[in-house]
Every structure is written in C-alpha cells, then in structure tokens.
C-alpha cells in the first residue's frame, strides 16, 4: 500500500504541488466528490485556497456499473467512452437512460453539498482540480469540459496516484498535470491506499464548511478604526 489514507495522500500531494510553485493567491482547490474532498481538503489548506467541489458521476455500463463508459459532470456536460461503448456492446438507448439518471444525481448532490450556495466563480483563476486517484480518466474529461465552458485561466490536475496511459491522455486537456505516484498497472485505485472507505456525503459537507472556517481564520482582520473624540 503506497498511502495510509486519503489524508496522508493529500498532504503528499500537497507538499509536490507546493514544489510546482502552487500557492493560494488566484488558486481554486475543487474536489472530485466524494472520494476527493478529503484529498482537496489536504490541498487547500497546505496551499490557503478556497475549497469547493465539482459534482460528476460515472457513466457505468449496463450490468456492470463498475466499468465506466464516460461521466456526467455539473453544468450539463456529458463525456462518452464510443470506443468502449461499442466494445461492451452497449446501446445508446441504455446509455441515454443511464446519462440522464445521472445528471439527476449531479444535480441533487449540487444542492446537498453547497447547501444552496452558487457554484464557485473560476473566471481566471488557477483551478486544482483533485481527486484521490485515476483509474480511466473519464471524470475528470467530464470536469474539464465543463470547468473549460467558464474560462479559468489554468487547470491543474493533481492526484495522489494514476494510470500512466490514463494520465497521459489527459495532460493535452489541462494546463499541468501533478501525480505523486504515476503507475503503468493500476486495476482499482484502492489497491494504493491502507484505508480506503466510502467517503460519507455529510463529510463532504463538514469538509467544505471547515474549510471555509479555516480560511476566515487565515484571513488578518480588519484594522480598528480610532475612536472619534
């Protein structure tokens, strides 16, 4: 097992991102949820940037959900696998079925995660976008598509581990790409961690809220007005 926990795998992140020159000044931290809030979390705070999340959904194919034919990422951008579609011999009746049950899902967990705040403004900033791992890549094509549609003025990707071939395709898509551990044979992202478990939604929620704290807290007050006699 390479990381203890998400936890340990974003502050090595962290800490490689900070080499790269990273820094929170016009830096946005968006997790992946749910498994790369805690990562991003990490991120944000060793860097000081704002943290928010970026809702996609894997497209799975039918009767095996587990192999990801594409994903739906907020702001209404659908990324598909054709190739690999054709190759499971999926329709696109059931994937249009599938497609739209998710972009039902992305919208619901928009609410529940911002609890009714917008979406965060990226208009020229530097975007980290984070997740714990890439297995295929195709969340993050989703995210990128959609995050390139509100013209940040970079995007990073930064996880702790991925598929080389994965990770390689991707790079033409962003700005920088930043990995702790590229590897040529990654089956399941879990395999690199001691602790893997299910990422609660209420912990995305706790995290986002804490980071925002954590941020105020940063922030130096505002200076004291003398008193007017």
């Not at 809702?55 to 190739?83: M, T």
Request: one cysteine or more.
């Amino acid at each position: 097992m390479y990381f203890e926990d998400r936890v340990d795998a974003g502050r090595r992140l962290a800490e490689l991102l900070l080499e790269h020159g990273y820094s929170g000044e016009d830096t946005l931290v968006l997790g992946l949820p749910r498994g790369g809030v805690p990562v991003a979390y990490e991120v944000a705070s060793a860097l000081g940037t704002p943290l928010d999340v970026w809702v996609v959904r894997k497209v799975g194919a039918p009767g095996f959900q587990e192999l990801g034919l594409g994903a739906v990422a907020e702001g209404g951008i659908a990324y598909l696998n054709r190739e690999l579609m054709e190759e499971v011999g999926a329709t696109e009746e059931e994937v249009r079925d599938t497609v739209r049950r998710k972009s039902a899902e992305v919208n619901e967990r928009v609410v529940r995660y911002r609890q009714g705040a917008r979406a965060p403004a990226v208009e020229g900033k530097v975007v980290i976008l984070v997740d714990d791992g890439i297995a295929t890549g195709g969340t993050f094509r989703a995210a990128i598509q959609a995050l390139r549609l509100r013209h940040p003025g970079r995007i990073v990707l930064a996880v702790p581990v991925a598929a080389s071939q994965a990770l390689a395709e991707l790079q033409p898509l962003v700005d920088d790409a930043v990995c702790v551990f590229p590897t040529p044979a990654l089956y399941a992202i879990g395999q690199w961690y001691s602790d893997f478990h299910q990422v609660p939604d209420d912990d995305v929620v706790d995290l986002l809220e804490q980071a925002r704290l954590n941020l105020r807290s940063r922030r130096p007050s505002p200076p004291i007005e003398p008193a007017h006699v």
